[in-house]
């Protein structure tokens, strides 16, 4: 079964400066990446996503994440934030070689921006 | 709003008693799942449904809970007698055959005293 680690639990940052979360997953087949985002009192919504073809994607919100195969990581980027991404960001996989449609999600990171 | 909905968005019971959860996918959508949420934890998967066939269960769906899709719409999610290890945020989502992004709804929040 997959597994998703999410090592920054909490990160404090000050507007303007560069976003990396770090998301590593555990299995070798082909899979599905996502990151969703959580903002205070708001339900899950989703990021960005990677299925297959150019490993570095673009999100919303100039939000970007890169696939590296050989890492088994998807670390989602920024390059400057804003007070507004303050929220819980979740990275989730899915074997897409299995044809299983569960998604495993990590623990989350909480990010919190100071104006 | 064509999102997804969920019912109740709170529920409060106490151990012992058996509690129903509804949520109604987004219009059009024949996929349907169930997720959990405890504090400080992602969602984790639950179970689900293409159409009105449940295809998928995890072994955290024990023998109280069961979930239901009768018409391939709505969804009910059932706990009978629930346990204090129960509350939680119960998350549903859906999605469409050929789409693999699953979108959330707000959830309910169940809290067994």
């Known amino acids: 079964a997959q597994s998703v680690s999410q090592h920054n639990h909490h990160v404090i940052l000050s507007e303007a400066a560069s976003l990396e979360l770090g998301c590593n997953y555990s299995?070798?087949?082909?899979?599905?990446l996502f990151w969703y985002v959580q903002y205070p009192g708001q339900h899950l919504q989703l990021l960005l996503k990677?299925?297959?073809?150019?490993?570095l994607v673009k999100g919303i919100k100039g939000f970007e994440a890169e696939f590296i195969k050989s890492k088994f990581s998807f670390n989602l980027r920024k390059p400057s934030v804003q007070w507004s991404d303050t929220a819980e960001y979740f990275c989730a996989v899915n074997a897409r070689d299995t044809g299983r449609r569960a998604l495993t999600f990590g623990s989350g990171t909480r990010l919190q921006v100071q104006p | 709003d064509t999102g997804v909905s969920q019912d109740p968005r709170h529920k409060i019971t106490k151990r012992g008693q058996n509690v129903t959860f509804r949520c109604d996918p987004i219009?059009?959508?024949?996929?349907l799942y169930w997720y959990r949420q405890t504090l400080g934890q992602g969602p984790e998967f639950l179970t689900y449904?293409?159409?009105?066939?449940?295809?998928?269960k995890s072994r955290l769906l024990s023998d109280r809970f069961s979930a239901e899709r009768p018409k391939g719409s709505f969804s009910t999610l059932e706990i009978q007698r629930t346990e204090q290890g129960d509350s939680a945020m119960y998350l549903c989502a859906s999605s469409y055959s050929g789409q693999e992004t699953q979108y959330f709804g707000p959830g309910t929040r169940l809290l067994v005293l």
């Open positions: 219009s059009e959508h024949n996929r």
């Open positions: 299995y070798g087949g082909t899979v599905n």
């Open positions: 449904f293409q159409n009105e066939a449940q295809l998928e």
């Open positions: 990677y299925f297959s073809g150019d490993p």
